[in-house]
């Protein structure tokens, strides 16, 4: 032990191999010649750590044994045996349940994985395993998973940073809908509680609802930062830039180091017209947290893109085009780039396509008018049905569209893209015209020139010309984004007819 906390770790492992009798060996000794061992001899750790952990009961010695293993059926046997030994209160045993369920899945043993991951005592899980239950929980197969996420929400309701990572992993595996009737469930017994009233506006993402949970959640607690600056996105996304800037002054005077608070800053001096102003302050800021130069351009590119000129987002590019982890984050900066200044080509999406790519790839199509090939795409369950394709089938006057419609509009209730929910809503006939319009000013600046387009073909279509010149004009005010080229070309496409 000496020699290892010397750093002479080669004469440690000389001195610990000539120990013969493996009940010498104490808890400390173990700790700090399994990891030397493992380096000569996995197979000689591992049973010396199954060993020990039967010996000491001690679970640490059970998980890393388990992680030596040759094998994941010899993993689950390893997690399985400690289960067996180790008595019921030990502090671990829901660690090893939570690690023996992520085995069970990968053998494909799905059904015992379901019932292991019920027997998880939550209160006892370690905080940074919580969030993963809800991907275990769906892979795992557990029939009614809205009764197992609320569980998991009750588990620990005022940790504000683990409930949102278990709403982001919720968000990956639920449609909205679902979504909203998880939090919904949560939030009926306890309006009340400013986390309930926070994470339910969280699930309802950009819908003007969101505001009045918020709003309630900061009377419940006025120091509730988080709901504080999920308020100000609001009204950033709604052009309510005073609003905005009155919610950020309180956050970041309550705490200066926040980084949303001070990225939402940027975003709204921005928009207010002194971008290159707020970037440097930002970047300044950024440069105080110990954040690197590739990292910091990642951060500073999408307020740039505010910006009514591509030259810092250019600058920004190309410090991210030198760091080979970021290639997926320059293929779509660089698309979304192109989407809103212009020159965006089909080289620009060769590979792969995915993700934002694949969404960026959809408006590109559209913009240059190539609709059979918009079509054509693969649509997986998850984004499926797609608005362009609604859009397209509407224009074409192909029948299945408005079934398609009513399924978006159902299945993004509540918590999807606005405007596209606004435009399919004026489609349907759920809304007039008018009321869509009296509604436009609601959703942020960026998407407003699409709903205006789309409501200029709905007054050319009524054969009211001189209204529909009228939104065009507003469509092309709107501020530049990556539906510029999308808009155009409705433009141009109806102007020809």
């Known amino acids: 032990n000496i020699y290892y906390d010397m750093n002479e770790k080669e004469k440690a492992l000389e001195i610990y191999n000539a120990v013969n009798d493996r009940d010498s060996f104490s ?12 380096e000569t001899s996995r197979k000689k750790a591992e049973e010396l750590l199954l060993y020990c952990g039967e010996k000491f009961k001690n679970a640490s010695f059970y998980i890393s044994a388990s992680q030596l293993t040759d094998t994941l059926t010899n993993k689950v046997k390893v997690l399985k045996k400690a289960l067996k030994t180790l008595p019921s209160d030990n502090p671990d045993i829901a660690e090893l349940k939570f690690l023996m369920t992520e ?12 019932l292991t991951i019920k027997s998880i005592d939550l209160c006892k899980l370690n905080k940074k395993y919580c969030h993963q239950l809800v991907d275990l929980a769906i892979k795992a197969g557990i029939p009614d998973i809205k009764s197992y996420c609320l569980k998991l929400l009750k588990s620990n309701p005022d940790e504000v940073a683990l409930q949102e990572a278990i709403l982001k992993e919720l968000k990956k595996n639920q449609t909205p809908k679902d979504l909203l009737v998880i939090y919904s469930s949560w939030l009926d017994k306890r309006t009340n509680e400013p986390v309930a009233n926070y994470l ?3 699930a309802l993402g950009d819908s003007i609802n969101a505001k009045k949970y918020l709003e309630a959640a900061l009377v419940q607690k006025p120091d509730f ?15 309510d830039l005073i609003a905005a800037e009155k919610q950020l002054t309180k956050a970041i005077k309550l705490t200066p180091k926040n980084k949303r608070s001070r990225k939402l800053m940027a975003i709204l001096k921005t928009d207010q017209g002194k971008g290159v102003l ?12 110990g954040v690197d130069e590739s990292e910091k351009a990642v951060q500073l590119i999408g307020i740039a893109m505010r910006m009514k000129t591509a030259i810092l987002v250019d600058k920004y590019l190309r410090q991210i085009k030198k760091d080979p982890k970021l290639s997926q984050e320059f293929r779509e900066r660089n698309a979304e780039r192109k989407l809103i200044f212009g020159g965006v080509t089909e080289s620009d999406f060769s590979g792969k396509k995915t ?3 694949r969404q960026y790839y959809i408006i590109y199509l559209f913009s240059k008018g190539k609709y059979s090939a918009l079509i054509k795409l693969k649509t997986t369950k998850e984004e499926f049905p797609e608005f362009w394709k609604i859009y397209i089938m509407k224009r074409k006057n192909i029948g299945i569209w408005k079934s398609l419609a009513e399924k978006y509009y159902n299945k993004n209730k509540g918590s999807g893209d606005p405007a596209k929910l606004l435009i ?56 530049k984004s990556i539906y510029s080229g999308a808009i155009k070309q409705i433009y141009n496409s109806l102007t020809k007819r």
Not at 103 to 114: N, P, R
Not at 225 to 237: C, M, P, Q
Not at 465 to 473: D, M, P, V, W
Request: aromatic share 8%; proline share 1%; net charge positive.
């Open 27 to 38: 808890e400390e000794a173990i700790q700090k010649y399994t990891p030397l061992l493992k």
């Open 103 to 114: 085995a069970l899945i990968k053998v494909g043993s799905k059904s015992e994985a379901a």
């Open 200 to 202: 339910y506006a969280l």
């Open 225 to 239: 930062n988080e709901a504080r600056i999920e308020l100000a996105k609001i009204h950033i996304k709604r052009n």
């Open 278 to 289: 707020a970037i440097k302050e930002y970047s300044k800021f950024l440069s105080s947290t």
């Open 355 to 357: 993700g934002k790519l």
């Open 424 to 479: 399919i809503s004026m489609w349907l006939g759920k809304k007039t015209i008018e009321e869509t319009e009296d509604q436009i000013q609601r959703i942020s600046a960026e998407r407003q020139g699409l709903v205006y387009a789309i409501v200029a073909e709905e007054y050319l279509r009524n054969k009211k010309s001189r209204g529909a010149t009228i939104r065009f004009k507003k469509a092309m005010r709107a501020r």
